[in-house]
């Protein structure tokens, strides 16, 4: 990726409007580019631009093209008797798993 479009993209993650970049957090999650995956941790995790569940909600939409059939991320929600967990997995690899008691 050009340094051009990587200073762009960590210029809106640090400064510009949330609803500029939030489509592509997923996108960008998977990209290669290490300084941009710094900023949006940053911006998702130490300013907390978005809640957690609407991050996981943006996640679970995600797309690489309009045409593709399938979603890059698959968020798998359980419930049992006493507990419920939530998954998240890239490419059949679980990225994030995490049990609440009640």
């Known amino acids: ?7 762009e993209i960590i210029n809106d993650l640090e ?3 949330k609803s500029n970049w939030a489509w592509a957090i997923g996108v960008l ?3 290669g580019n290490e300084d941009i995956k710094k900023y949006l941790k940053k911006a998702l995790l130490d300013d907390k631009k978005f809640r957690a569940r609407s ?6 939409v995600t ?5 593709d059939k399938d979603f890059l991320f698959q968020i798998i929600e ?3 008797e006493t507990k419920f967990s ?3 997995e ?10 609440i008691d009640f």
């Open 63 to 67: 797309k690489i093209l309009a045409s």
């Open 29 to 31: 999650l998977v990209s």
């Open 86 to 88: 939530i998954t998240v």
């Open 90 to 99: 890239f490419r059949g690899k679980i990225l994030f798993e995490n049990f």
């Open 15 to 17: 400064n510009g409007e």
């Open 1 to 7: 990726m050009p340094r051009v479009v990587v200073d």
């Open 55 to 60: 991050v996981l909600s943006l996640l679970n």
């Open 78 to 80: 359980k419930e049992m």
